[in-house]
C-alpha cells in the first residue's frame, strides 16, 4: 500500500493521514505504512462529537482517511459528506482487511455520500491490488525513498513529527498534542515502563488506539539496551 500511495503521489512525506476504527490489523497497516512514507498520522477518536471530529480533519488537513468498515458510514453521513467541510480530504480508504467481501459494497454506498472533493473511494484490498498490477508491469511513478525517522532520506529533519494525538475534549475543543520522534522515543524508554529489572515487561493495553497509551507506546525496561530489551504488547479491540 505505501509503494501504491507513493507511486501515485497520493500521500507524501510530512502529509497527514488521518484513522478511524477500533483496534484491528488493518489499523496497525496503517500505522506502519504512515512510519515508513515519513507522514504523520492522526488517530480519530470515536467519542467525540461529529464537530470535533470535523475540527480534527479541518485542523490537520489529513489528505487520506482511513476508516473501519462498521464506521465509515457514521463517518461520511455526518462529517466528510457535507459539501464544503474538510476540503483537505481527498481519499477516503475504506479498512476492509479481513472483510474483503464487503468492502466493495461499503464504496459503492459510500461514493454517493461524499463531494466532488473527494475524488477517491477505495478499500485496502483494491490499495493491494494495485500494487500487484504495478510490479508485474512497469510504471511511470517514482517511488520515493523510505523516510523511516533516524534512516536515510529524513537527514533534513532531525525530530520529524510523528503523529497528531488528539486530547478528549473534556474541558473543551479537543487539542492536538504533537508527538515527534525524541518524544516518541523517550516514551518508549522511560515514560510508560515499570522501573529497572530484568524480567520481560508485558503491557496489556485496553485503551483505543487514538490513545498515546497504546497508539504509541511499549513498555520497555530502561536498564536495558533497546536491542536486549524482551518487550510485548497487546492492544484489545475497545468500544468506547
Excluded at 32 to 51: M, R, T
Excluded at 224 to 235: E, G, I, R
Aim: with cysteine.
Amino acid at each position: 500500500m505505501a509503494t501504491v500511495l507513493s507511486k501515485k503521489g497520493w500521500l507524501r512525506k510530512k502529509e497527514f493521514v488521518a484513522v478511524c476504527g477500533f483496534a484491528s490489523p488493518g489499523w496497525v497497516m496503517v500505522d506502519v505504512l504512515s512510519l515508513y512514507l515519513g507522514a504523520v498520522i492522526v488517530p480519530l477518536p470515536l467519542n467525540v462529537s461529529y464537530e470535533d471530529l470535523q475540527h480534527m480533519l479541518d485542523e490537520s488537513g489529513a489528505r487520506i482517511v482511513f476508516v473501519a468498515a462498521e464506521e465509515a458510514e457514521s463517518l461520511v453521513g455526518n462529517v466528510l459528506g457535507k459539501e464544503g467541510v474538510c476540503p483537505s480530504v481527498e481519499m477516503v480508504v475504506v479498512m476492509d482487511y479481513g472483510k474483503e467481501e464487503e468492502g466493495q459494497e461499503w464504496v459503492a454506498r459510500l461514493r454517493p455520500m461524499l463531494p466532488a472533493s473527494v475524488v477517491r473511494v477505495l478499500t485496502m484490498q483494491e490499495l493491494l491490488l494495485m500494487h500487484n498490477k504495478s510490479s508485474s508491469s512497469s510504471s511511470s511513478g517514482a517511488f520515493e525513498a523510505p523516510a523511516v525517522p533516524g534512516g536515510e532520506g529524513w537527514e533534513e529533519e532531525p525530530n520529524p513529527l510523528l503523529g497528531l494525538i488528539y486530547t478528549s475534549g473534556s474541558s473543551g475543543r479537543p487539542k492536538g498534542a504533537m508527538y515527534t520522534e525524541k518524544l516518541t522515543r523517550a516514551l518508549w524508554h522511560t515514560g510508560f515502563s515499570w522501573g529497572v529489572g530484568k524480567i520481560p515487561v508485558v503491557s496489556l493495553g485496553f485503551l483505543p488506539l487514538n490513545h498515546i497509551g497504546t497508539c504509541f507506546v511499549s513498555s520497555i525496561p530502561p536498564s536495558l539496551p533497546l536491542d536486549d530489551a524482551s518487550m510485548c504488547s497487546y492492544s484489545l479491540p475497545h468500544s468506547g
